[in-house]
């Protein structure tokens, strides 16, 4: 029952902006946490950032600051804001939630140019 969309994943230069939408089935207090995970062709899927529901985050170190992932609660979704964007930062950007066990989206493919 639990769905996971996400949007916001396009195509900018590097230097760029992004803001990467999280919208949940229903309150993402029914979460534990919820966060963003990325994944480049051929490399393993990794863990970008994460907010839990008191708001405490998490980010990888190849955020560098770069990144921020917030909550909406009214509206149920979970964004994450990406500046300075990087041709490293190319990869499908997926929305996932944790709860009784692991939820995903579909995934949303960011791609950065030089």
């Known amino acids: 029952q639990v769905q996971l969309v996400e949007s916001g994943g396009g195509l900018v230069q590097a230097g760029g902006s992004l803001r990467l939408s999280c919208a949940a089935s229903?309150?993402?207090?029914?979460?534990?946490?919820m966060g963003w995970y990325r994944q480049a062709p051929g490399k393993q899927r990794e863990l970008v950032a994460t907010?839990?529901?008191?708001?405490?985050?998490i980010y990888a170190d190849f955020v560098k600051g770069r990144f921020t992932i917030s909550r909406d609660n009214t509206k149920n979704t979970v964004n994450l804001q990406m500046n300075s964007l990087e041709p490293e930062d190319t990869a499908v950007y997926y929305c996932?939630?944790?709860?009784?066990?692991?939820?995903w989206g579909q995934g949303t493919q960011v791609t950065v140019s030089s």
């Open positions: 229903g309150s993402i207090f029914s979460f534990n946490d």
């Open positions: 996932r939630a944790r709860g009784r066990s692991y939820y």
């Open positions: 907010i839990t529901n008191g708001g405490t985050r």
